[in-house]
């Protein structure tokens, strides 16, 4: 084949050099605009497993890169507040970066070598039949993160262009650094910050961030790049050992900096143009895998056009498809990375040690346990601080999930949470003997808290006749039973959690039907306004005052006989849709009374029935609230920043901890799933609110659980479906990590014991092979 490479950077090049390893007869050009030595960027940062994929393809051009890789397995974290300085160490991190001058050079040479035809200071029209490029069989669209090809054809393309907030600029240094260093700065103007390493023997990468607040109280838009770089030298003095700050960007007229572009196009190639490198997507910079990626996509294409087994169109697709995904997967970890440091307030309050975690473990690509791996001795100096926070003393450390934890009165064993979830298996409300054995199992599996299932305040406040109530002396004897044997026989708490079905009532059990109505015996629904769930349930009816009033003083009712049964812990259910839940999102809520409208005036109802409860439920007790915090359905529902606003007033009324969850308050809603995807949503209302809250949403492994409550973004973590599966989740994590004081009921002593042992042979039987 005839191929065009339309610009020389690293995607370009490596492509052009694998193809032609795979077959040399393909003409291959590389048109660059630029000059073979111009580069506008420093270092460039790869993993070892990177240089493993480039040793696959190409061992010349790797073992070069790899002759002069810098290398260094520090982080540094410092801290400079204008009042007080600290510095957090960790090892075992595993970098290797090389100059990006020098990576070009190499792969020119090598793609020389290979007699790819390179052409420098072309200027190429994003035109396929253009004079330049008709001749050509394919277009390789390798033109960077400011793609013409992309913008010329962004309809085809489908392209999703996110600018992020902060800005940044890169420079460099010949300051030489003996660790990766993110250096923290407060200055009059606000805080600025560099992400700091070194990539050759004589030289480092500094980019310099910032918030817009920031970087327009500095004037930095109105300076010129040398005006620029002398006032970086003054802030980061400290750090630079009397060093100049430089900049490569003389190209561009004016400031060089930038906000960040995340782009992701839907499709990657249209005709013969096919988008390779940042021109197809981007990752930001503070994750350090935009080069990774753009390697990468050139090693898969290459792949794909050297398979004649399938069709090229085929092929296209599959390249697509296969580097898209983890494409996602690294643009996720960017994102969590990205809005880290775009909301870096939240955290400057933090103690160094777990500001430095937080810093750490921020992308969600590096966990708990991978830190272990690293650093097994600054980890555990990590585990010990949060234990003596929790009151925790002595020199084992403890696993952040096995720490105590305090609400009002009730003090918790652990941070683990039985979530709520629906069983559909009561009868008229009342809880049998399988809510006793589901319970039970749960509360002797170790978790610190058990939450029961929504326990609905009347028969027309459930969901479906499968769901448990609290409306009559009979149910609060059952649930009292339940309650004793947990309290009595486990560490566990119990919690109940009350709440009313309002427009997602009337419906079938779970595994005959979500959401779908009743066949028969269908009971008349309440609601914010006349808003059916779906359109296949019922419209309800908008709620007048009298049926506020008796709906109340249902959930007090409820509430009095929970104090009697002997709960630990109360929650009012505002999440997910059902009644309260309606009230407060502007998707069900569409009233135009004091109840509808503004946020203040969705929270009214709601916020009563909370008081309410709180009144009525002993001071010594907690109460929580569990909220949906994000609707899923852009600005027209609760977004996080109203979310924030919620959390605010159901504190000032009284509540001890919010239970952060999200969405199903729309059959159109468009979540965002993925590993604790609900997690930055409790991370949010705890740091902005300063309260406790707790997280939930697709969290199922130790590490998840652990990292979030290190890192601070909790202070309780609630597993609902391995719960289901596994009661003795916990006891399992215990013996997992070895946990001295395990919450082991002393009947299943023996079987924990055998279970830790079989554990730990295990591990070390992995370790030998």
């Known amino acids: 084949m005839r191929i065009a490479c339309v610009g020389g950077g690293p995607a370009g090049l490596y492509f052009a050099i694998a193809m032609k390893l795979k077959d040399p007869g393909h003409d291959i050009t590389v048109f660059e605009r630029n000059q073979p030595d111009d580069t506008f960027g420093w270092g460039v940062v790869f993993s070892d497993q990177t240089m493993d994929n480039l040793k696959a393809v190409d061992p010349v051009s790797a073992q070069t890169m790899i002759d002069e890789l810098a290398h260094w397995d520090d982080i ?69 993160l400011n793609s013409r090809f992309r913008t010329r054809y962004a309809d085809h393309f489908q392209v999703d262009i996110d600018v992020k907030r902060n800005r940044f600029i890169w420079l460099g240094t010949h300051q030489k650094f003996d660790a990766f260093k993110f250096l923290f700065r407060k200055t009059e103007q606000g805080w600025i910050w560099a992400h700091a390493y070194q990539f050759s023997p004589d030289c480092s990468t500094f980019i310099v961030e910032c918030d817009p607040e920031t970087y327009d ?8 790049q040398d005006e620029t770089c002398r006032i970086c030298e003054d802030i980061f003095r400290p750090w630079l050992g009397g060093h100049e700050l430089m900049t490569n960007a003389r190209h561009i007229r004016g400031s060089a900096w930038i906000n960040f572009p995340r782009v992701i196009c839907h499709n990657w190639h249209y005709q013969n143009v096919i988008l390779l490198g940042d021109a197809a997507h981007t990752a930001h910079f503070s994750i350090g895998s935009g080069t990774k990626l753009a390697l990468e996509d050139a090693i898969k294409l290459a792949d794909v056009l050297g398979d004649d087994s399938r069709p090229l169109a085929e092929g296209l697709v599959h390249y697509r498809e296969v580097r898209q995904l983890e494409v996602l997967k690294l643009q996720s970890a960017a994102r969590n990375s990205t809005d880290w440091f775009e909301t870096l307030d939240r955290y400057l309050p933090f103690e160094p040690i777990q500001f430095a975690y937080s810093l750490l473990t921020r992308s969600q690509r590096v966990s708990h346990e991978n830190l272990r791996l690293r650093d097994p001795h600054w980890l555990a100096g990590l585990e010990r601080w949060f234990a003596e926070r929790a009151g925790v003393t002595g020199d084992t450390p403890t696993p952040p999930m096995f720490t105590p934890f305090k609400l009002r009165g009730m003090t918790l064993a652990n941070r683990i949470v ?49 769901c448990p109530g609290l409306w009559n002396d009979e149910q609060a004897a059952a649930w009292g039973r339940i309650v004793a044997f947990a309290h009595e026989r486990s560490g566990a708490k119990m919690c109940l959690q009350l709440g009313h079905s309002g427009s997602k009532g009337s419906t079938r059990i779970g595994w005959e039907g979500m959401d779908e109505p009743l066949a028969a015996d269908n009971w008349d629904l309440i609601a914010a306004s006349d808003v059916a769930w779906s359109a296949s349930n019922a419209t309800p009816r908008p709620m007048a005052r009298p049926d506020m009033d008796e709906v109340r003083d249902q959930f007090v ?111 159109n809603q468009k979540p965002v799933y993925g590993r604790m995807f609900q997690t930055p949503f409790s991370d949010l209302i705890r740091n902005e609110l300063h309260c406790a809250t707790m997280a939930v949403g697709n969290i199922f492994e130790v590490d998840h659980v652990n990292s979030i409550l290190a890192a601070g973004r909790a202070d309780l973590c609630a597993l609902a479906r391995p719960h289901l599966i596994d009661p003795h989740w916990t006891l399992r994590a215990a013996a997992e990590q070895r946990y001295a004081a395990p919450p082991v009921p002393p009947p299943y002593d023996a079987g924990y014991r055998q279970l830790a042992t079989n554990l730990e042979r295990a591990a070390q039987m992995a370790m030998l092979v």
């Open 76 to 144: 540094d974290v410092e801290i400079h507040d204008g009042e007080k300085s600290s510095k957090v160490s960790s090892s075992g991190h595993g970098f290797i970066g090389i100059g990006r001058k020098r990576l070009l050079n190499i792969l020119q040479a090598r793609a020389a070598e290979l007699d790819v035809d390179l052409r420098y200071g072309v200027e190429v029209d994003a035109d396929p039949q253009s004079e330049l490029l008709r001749d050509f069989d394919l277009v390789i669209a390798s033109d960077g």
């Open 217 to 224: 109280r500095f004037g930095f838009e109105h300076l010129s």
């Open 418 to 466: 039985v979530s709520p979830m629906a069983t559909y298996s009561a009868v008229d409300g009342l809880p049998n003997d399988f809510h006793m054995v589901h319970y039970g199992a749960r509360a002797m599996g170790g978790a610190g808290l058990v939450y029961t299932e929504m326990t609905c305040v009347s028969p027309t406040g459930r969901i479906t006749p499968g």
């Open 557 to 667: 009712a409820a509430t009095r006989r929970a104090v009697d049964t002997g709960f630990a812990m109360v929650e009012l259910h505002c999440a997910h849709g059902y009644l309260l839940s309606g009230f407060i999102s502007p998707v069900q809520n569409r009233r135009t009374d004091e109840y509808g409208g503004s946020l203040e005036n969705r929270l009214r109802f709601p916020l009563e029935v909370f008081r309410a409860m709180r009144a009525a439920w002993p001071v010594d007790r907690p109460m929580a609230v569990r909220i949906s915090a994000h609707d899923w359905v852009g600005e027209q529902g609760v977004t996080p920043d109203e979310a924030v606003e919620i959390s605010r007033a159901f504190i000032a009324a009284g509540a001890d901890l919010i239970d952060v969850s999200a969405g199903q308050v729309a059959k």
